[in-house]
């Protein structure tokens, strides 16, 4: 039996536009779901969209349809992005899928039958952009703390969860299970956020219609964050063992914005508690995306949109920048300028140089067939020590989703490569019969560092890896074995490799 890994991204609001910020959560599981299904896992790898709600009702009337005619019409932009971006999940789910209501109408009726959901009335300050109830204190200048926008008073009859009753065994798995909220930042965050003490949660409305009736009292529509977070274990197939729920839950690692934390690592953690259900591994909040140092936003008119990316410089141009630039974690600035710099000299000079220089070397010297390598010297041995350990040390940080630092640990092998090749000097080697044999173990190893790299780097790069790799004459599937030095054979046909990332110019 393999082992299991189940990794999930939030779900994205259909009342949104895709952008930059969904890419980078989105492209960070990718990469985790295929670096994991290399290392021989049992993948299951979710996404999805939140269809329900005020916000999304609104927006319905406004343009004149139907709330799912919206959401059909807005999702198939996240889904046809995805698949521009070559993300490799197994399922998406929408919240208002049948199997998603079923589930979360059991969870709920779950918790009421076990007391931890009454009826009770509700007045506070309602934010509906952000679908969030606020007390007096809590409001800025009379305003949302969140987002800044007006407030209404709202009373109304409401079912409650018992949030207060979850508070000490909350802390106390915080505290017994230091990776559960990541990173340690948000971890201290999340502490000092629960021991402020937790208040019953309103988690019914009766204000709109747009959503999931509660079980039993349709007057009611159950609150879209607890119908929003319970996709993780409706997609699985939830309250089902026999089938996927049974095998993968609970989620090792759920990907989300800093801007969602307190959902997924109070609310979420509580209603699993009252439900009986074992809780996430892992939740890792990571930061935000800034805009040539400005907060991105509709009113600035400075929403990075991941299509036109795409279409400037290419797939794996973006999902390199944006897993390479910032450290997992932080928040990042974007710019061209950054990108294009990303582009020029990580990936035309430095990863694409190497490639063709060595390819054509080996078509040139020995007609494109792979010779035998002889007795490895020195310099060969440091190349080859320097490549598996850059194997190892990219499963640690890929395990710690130090993305950055494990992309740095493949750069540093790449420019290895480089230095190899000069150091080694092959076209003087080719003059010399005498060191025939020589060279054929330089050309190998020249080359065989290189097909480790690219299969390392084929989670985060599948379209590059896969024409690199081409033309190094390998066309097996990328398994954990295929990291082991090695692996080329003598004879393989090499073929002299195009560009793989020609350079741009700026005025472009």
């Known amino acids: 039996m393999k082992p299991t890994f189940y990794v999930t991204t939030p779900i994205y609001y259909v009342n949104d536009v895709p952008h930059i910020g969904h890419a980078y959560t989105t492209v960070a599981a990718d990469v985790l779901a295929r670096y994991k299904r290399l290392m021989g896992f049992d993948v299951y790898f979710l996404t999805g969209s939140d269809e329900h709600g005020q916000k999304v009702e609104k927006a319905a009337i406004t343009a004149g349809e139907t709330p799912l005619e919206l959401a059909d ?8 992005l995805w698949e521009r971006l070559g993300i490799s999940n197994n399922d998406f789910i929408r919240t208002t899928q049948e199997r998603h209501k079923k589930g979360v109408s059991r969870i709920f ?9 009454y009826l009770g009335e509700y007045e506070d300050w309602y934010c509906t952009p952000c679908e969030t109830f606020w007390t007096e204190t809590q409001l800025i200048d009379g305003r949302c703390p969140d987002c800044n926008r007006p407030v209404e008073k709202l009373k109304e009859e409401s079912y409650f969860f018992r949030m207060s009753k979850y508070q000490e065994q909350l802390l106390a798995h915080i505290e017994a299970n230091p990776d559960f909220i990541q ?3 948000k ?4 502490i000092s956020f629960v021991k402020e003490g937790l208040r019953d949660l309103s988690v019914s409305r009766t204000t709109f219609s747009w959503g999931i009736p509660v079980p039993g009292n349709d007057r009611h529509i159950i609150y879209v964050w607890f119908d929003a977070l319970t996709n993780y274990i409706t997609a699985l197939g939830y309250p089902d063992e026999s089938g996927n ?17 307190r959902f997924h690592a109070v609310y979420w953690p509580t209603f699993l508690m009252a439900a009986g259900l074992p809780l996430p591994k892992k939740v890792f909040a990571h930061g935000w995306w800034t805009v040539e140092g400005q907060k991105m936003s509709k009113s600035l008119q400075n929403v990075v949109e991941p ?3 795409i279409d400037r410089y290419g797939v794996d141009v973006v999902r390199y920048f944006l897993l390479r630039e910032v450290p997992f974690g932080l928040d990042g600035d974007f710019s061209h300028s950054a990108l294009v710099n990303r582009l020029n000299s990580d990936l035309a000079n430095d990863i694409g140089n190497l490639l063709s220089r060595s390819t054509a070397m080996a078509v040139k010297y020995f ?3 792979l010779p035998d390598p002889d007795v490895l010297a020195e310099i060969d041995l440091a190349l080859k020590n320097k490549t598996e350990e850059m194997v190892t040390a990219v ?10 630092k494990a992309l740095q640990a493949i750069w540093d092998v790449i420019s290895a490569g480089n230095k190899y090749i000069d150091d080694t000097a092959p076209w003087t080697l080719t003059k010399d019969p005498a060191q025939k044999n020589r060279l054929a173990t330089v050309m190998y190893c020249m080359l065989e560092s290189q097909r480790i790299v690219h299969c390392i780097l084929s989670p985060f790069l599948p379209t590059t890896a896969g024409k690199a790799l081409a033309s190094l004459g390998w066309h097996e599937e990328i398994t954990k074995d295929a990291l082991t030095w090695g692996g080329l054979k003598a004879g393989r046909t090499i073929v002299k490799a195009e560009a793989l990332f020609p350079r741009f110019e700026e005025k472009e």
Do not use: C, H, T
């Open 187 to 190: 971890r201290n965050e999340i």
């Open 395 to 404: 499963d640690k940080f890929i395990d710690e989703l130090a993305f950055s």
């Open 367 to 369: 007609d494109g067939i």
């Open 307 to 309: 299509n036109m990316l």
């Open 73 to 80: 019409r807005v999702v198939k932009r996240f889904q046809a």
């Open 109 to 117: 009726s779950d918790i009421l039958d076990r007391g931890d959901i």
């Open 183 to 185: 990173p340690k930042s």
């Open 245 to 261: 729920f049974g095998r993968y839950w609970p989620v090792d690692i759920q990907l989300i914005g800093k801007d969602i934390l």
